[in-house]
Nanobody
Framework: QVQLVESGGGLGQSGGSLILSCAVS??????EAWGWHRQAPGKQRELV?????????NYADSVTDRFTISRDNAKNTVYLQMNILESEDTAVYYC???????????WGQGTRVTVSS
């Protein structure tokens, strides 16, 4: 059974930083890509950052130049460094594993981020 466990959420201040971690129970290289998604209150879930097994990254326009996705292969952990936080970043953040084209098969339980202004 594949497990993804997020941590690091909480209260952040506008303009500040937070880092989220996602500990996974399988090798980082076992899936096509890892991603961070978020769901804000009353909104649909959106993909904010992706890192492929080859190390390529991609970001939603709303977080480009502010968020950085990375991984520690030895620790089987994926990170999301969030800088210059904005109130619009308030959401539940989910780590997920992509196993095929747009197929996000495994999900964590989510970690809540609240940004105060």
């Amino acid at each position: 059974q594949v497990q993804l466990v997020e941590s690091g959420g909480g209260l952040g201040q506008s303009g500040g930083s937070l880092i989220l971690s996602c500990a996974v129970s399988i090798s980082i290289f076992s899936v096509e890509a890892w991603g961070w998604h978020r769901q804000a209150p009353g909104k649909q879930r959106e993909l904010v950052a992706v890192i492929t097994s080859g190390g390529s990254t991609n970001y939603a326009d709303s977080v480009t130049d502010r968020f950085t996705i990375s991984r520690d292969n030895a620790k089987n952990t994926v990170y999301l460094q969030m800088n210059i936080l904005e109130s619009e970043d308030t959401a539940v953040y989910y780590c997920a594993a992509r196993v095929g084209f747009n197929l996000w098969a495994y999900w964590g339980q989510g970690t809540r981020v609240t940004v105060s202004s």
